[in-house]
């Protein structure tokens, strides 16, 4: 199983923005697909961003629409989430997720291996 680790949140100001990086290690990434959820307190996990295995297809939700992008290197076995725009609404753990096959998905249930998550707080 892939082991993921993410990285590079913190506290920003609204309008502000960040890179989540999230690194494989054990297994090459390029066979999986990825996805991104976040999860605020109190509210149940949520499908942030899906790319495919090769990097050439990702969706989004339609809150972070235009405003995140993800992306992957697949020689450095990591994939980015380029958040910009950021508001007090997307203060949440981010995780990374892998799914083996070439096509994200939004369901979590979905995806083999997860990272332990990291803080993005959005102060107004």
């Known amino acids: 199983q892939v082991q993921l680790v993410e990285s590079g949140g913190r506290l920003v100001q609204a309008g502000g923005s960040l890179r989540l990086s999230c690194a494989a290690s054990g297994r090459a990434l390029s066979p999986y697909a990825m996805g991104w959820f976040r999860q605020a307190p109190g509210k149940e996990r949520e499908f942030v961003a899906g790319?495919?295995?090769?990097?050439?297809?990702?969706a989004y939700v339609d809150s972070v629409r235009g405003r995140f992008t993800t992306s992957r290197d697949n020689v450095e076995n990591t994939v980015y989430l380029q958040m910009n725009s950021l508001k007090p609404e997307d203060t949440a753990v981010y995780y990374c997720?892998?799914?083996?096959?070439?096509?994200?998905?939004?369901?979590?249930?979905?995806?083999?291996?997860w990272g332990q998550g990291t803080q993005v707080t959005v102060s107004s």
């Open positions: 790319i495919s295995a090769s990097g050439d297809m990702a």
């Open positions: 997720a892998a799914r083996y096959g070439s096509t994200w998905s939004s369901l979590n249930h979905v995806y083999n291996s």
